[in-house]
């Protein structure tokens, strides 16, 4: 394998003996241009660098950063231009050409382009999103599903606002004008449904005025004769059943039974009352009447009076005849009396007889003449004059009169015989529109123009086809004399609405002190008088030129403060924003959410602005101050997750102490307290930390009284020791010899006495006087029966100290130890 690699290698050699070429020296001229040279390349590097700056720090189009991006002559250049680059055109380019080249650049003209497209995208979504939200606007607005309407309105409304700042011009004059179209598609369900409602309650109140009135003529028809109703009463009565059922019929259809059942009843209860009022009137004639018909002794003059009493009251069928009527009406039935002679004025009968006379002339001209439609007149008029002159005056125009009907015959028949297919068929059209129900303004116009095409033909001489068109066409306009009649009073009362409104402004405006006013009373105003004068319509227009020119002046005089309030406000609303805004990193997070809570007072306490401008601070405002209280929110769950870990090791730790009973070892007793001290308590809810808390006590109770038990054995130990003699000074603890100072004055046996009174052990009964004696002496001295543990221990310890301290001389015997151990057992057990 060696041999193979060393022949492979000395293959590979050339023949020849290689020789590197000697390196050329220098001469200094040359080494001299040679730097030169390079300097002013160098020169000429950095005067192009300092040009390309100045280019960069200038305003360059695309097209000049793009070759600088390409070409500039540093790194530094050509970052900073590709940066700057937006053009999509451009940055392509310059990504072709930098790719391989420049890695920086092609690195940052990829993260534009990239930023370009994902803009692109987001402004195309959200273009689309605007067109299909005009799209849903313009479908609301021809929906016929009118349930949740206002909701659906309300919803597009809402996501307009959130898209309306990407809008174009013509985008959000198309949604404007598809919300208008809902809008008054809105107003037509509104104004629907109350129009169903108010025709609802106009037939409850039609109902109820036929049944009071029919109520009413039963009562009547049952009253007394010998009593009359109150006139008063009934008048009332009458007028307000008239005003109640022209509203409940006003711009409504209604059903004919029950309007010929309306005009019947009223018409009976009218006949009564008129009756009734007549009755009142000539009360004394009637009394007088009736006083001569008793006596017998009656004139013809008093029988005529009654006679025409009894014809004026007219008292009406069905009722009862009041008891003072009776009289009367026998008196006009026993005798006819013949009507008076009718007085002639010759003068006036001259004068008709004269205007006859040139009618008759102007007739006959017309006849002449062929016109029917004048001749027709002519003669009605003729026939009047004729009528009101008595037989001396008018047999001279009789025979001429009698001429003249037989020429108007003719001539009616002549041209009738051409007109009266086109009569019959203005008849049917008349009777066809009778029954349509249009609105009636185009009812009307129609109805005009089919009479005056009745009134071109001339007429008809025909009385039953001139009856038939009369009848259809009081048909037709019935339902509209009701509408027009209600829309001309309506004009005038809207008119005067408006001159009302106009001087309830101007006065306002006189009187307003702007310094000290209450804006959201002028904006309410202005907003009250907007939407009064429009439901002040219809008006008639030319009458309403004038004031609605004057409402318009008044208005933009009031517009002009409000408009400068509400921009004040806005800045003032404006400031609370930033102010919120400047809380949401602000620390104390306390101190933050109390000062974002005074600028919800501040933000309340502002004025009035302009909607749209409120709606987008609000949004604002609301934004920042979600976000403040979204970090108590925050750290209330951390705190509520540390409660809950805390509570969850705390009770974990409570199930393991809690097995642990007081008999046990110190050492067991003080882990588990060891355990519980340890515990996170700061962030324990307030029942776990109470049971930690029980624990705690319970267990340092159990301790206490473990070492209690220890001490209790280690003294009974050192009290037998003593009786043996003075026990080992290593035995005894340090602090004994200070306590047993304290109980000196005492020997063996009152000290056992003492420890048998706090161990509540009986002595014998040898030691009773004296065990009295020094009950009372520890009343003197204040320590009683009724020692604390603590104290009692503390007490005890001292007399075992003194026990055990005493000389050894005066060591004692095994009785009194043994007393002394059970006393201190006695102590021990409890």
Known sequence: MAAFLQKLFKSRKSPGTTTKPQKQLKTPDIEKAEQAEKAEKDEARANLRESQLKALQGSPTQRELADLAISGVTAEVRLNAATRLTDDDCLQEVQKKAKGRDKSVYQAVRQSLQNLREEQARLEAISEAITALIKNANEQARSDDTKLYEARLETLNQKWAGLEAHATEEQAQAFLEASYGCKERLRAIQSAREEEARHLEQTRQREETLSLLSTTLEDLRGQSPDTLPSLSSLDALQKTQENRWLEATRDTRVDKQQQKAYEATMLGLRTYITAVRQIGQVRETLTELAEAAAS????????????????????????????????????????????????????????????LDATIANLEAALEAKQLKESRQLYRGAQQQFKSLDHRHGKPFQARMQLLTGQLRELSDWLGFATEPKQIALCEQMEHLAEQPIEPEAKAERIKELQNEWRNLGGSSDRELWSRFKAASDKAYEPCKEYFSAKSGLKR???????????????????????????????????????????AWPVEFRENRQVQKHFDSLLKKLEAPLDEERRKNEALKQEIVDKAVALIDHEPLQDAMNQAKNLQSDWKAIGITRHREDRKLWQAFRKACDQIFARRDAQRSEQQQATQAADGAAVAALQETQGIQRGQDVSVLTDSLTTLNNLQTLALSSDVKERVQEEKRRLKKAVADQQMLQDISTWQSLVLARTNGQPEPEQVPKHWPDLAAEQQGCDHGELVIRAEILGGVDSPASDRQRRMEIQVQRL?????????????????????????????GQAPDQALAKRLNNALAAVASD
């Open 296 to 355: 017998e002794a009656v004139s013809d003059e008093q029988r005529a009076q009654a006679k025409a009493l009894s014809q004026d009251i007219n008292w009406p069928d069905g009722f009862p005849m009041p008891s003072l009527l009776v009289p009367i009406h026998k008196l006009a039935g026993q005798r006819k009396q013949a009507a008076p002679a009718k007085a002639e004025d010759l003068k006036k009968q001259k004068t008709i007889a004269a205007d």
């Open 493 to 535: 009362a809207n008119l005067d609405t408006r001159r009302a409104i106009c001087a309830e402004l101007e006065s306002f405006l006189a009187n307003a002190d702007w310094f000290s006013i209450d804006w959201k009373a002028a904006e309410k105003i202005h907003l009250t008088a907007r939407q009064e004068w429009k439901a």
């Open 780 to 808: 003197a001295e204040g320590m009683g029966s009724s020692e604390q543990n603590t104290d009692q221990m503390v007490e005890l310890e001292k007399l075992v100290a003194n026990w055990c301290l005493k000389s050894a």
